[in-house]
């Protein structure tokens, strides 16, 4: 065997193995790992999460908005996350809670961590969700009291929690 069939050969499988979608999704920033740099750890997590928190603290809620003059709890992950974790995801957040239920890596509430979101069924066809910064505590967009910091343990959001996504793995 010649060096320059074999280089050609050689040349061909690596082509194969990148276009492979098997090989290439982990680059890809899919819907399971959206890392690009480090991880932080939870304490960064936590402040970074806290600081952005600073930032929206009492906006008003607006189903469909997306700005200090109202936002909805989605699209306040998506801020939180983008502004938060900007040098550590790929891609940012789904605008919906219904597609942001299905990005990351399900985790149960025993083993949540900051960062994670936390979803909840409010009706049959209604999900809310927000971001948990450690101490069974979350920050979302609330309907009645906007942005702001509630606990998991406070009956009315154990009756309707539903699962949790990390999206930062």
Request: proline share 4%; with cysteine.
């Amino acid at each position: 065997m010649t060096l320059k069939p074999f280089a050609t050969y050689s040349l061909l499988i690596l082509t194969i193995l990148l276009a492979s979608p098997a090989f290439s999704a982990p680059f890809k920033g899919g819907n399971t790992v959206t890392q690009k740099t480090s991880i932080p750890d939870e304490k960064e997590m936590r402040d970074r999460i806290l600081s952005e928190f600073a930032q929206w603290e009492g906006v008003k809620y607006k189903l469909g908005g997306a700005s200090k003059k109202g936002i909805d709890c989605s699209s306040l992950m998506q801020e939180i996350y983008h502004a938060a974790f900007a040098d550590t995801l790929n891609e940012r957040l789904p605008r919906t809670t219904a597609h942001q239920i299905n990005h990351g890596v399900r985790t149960t509430r025993a083993e949540l961590r900051p960062g994670d979101l936390v979803f909840f069924r409010m009706t049959p066809a209604e999900r809310h969700v927000g971001v948990y910064i450690g101490d069974t505590q979350f920050v979302h967009a609330s309907t009645s009291q906007g942005v702001k910091i509630s606990s998991l343990q406070n009956d009315y959001w154990k009756k309707r929690y539903t699962t949790a996504r990390r999206v930062i793995v």
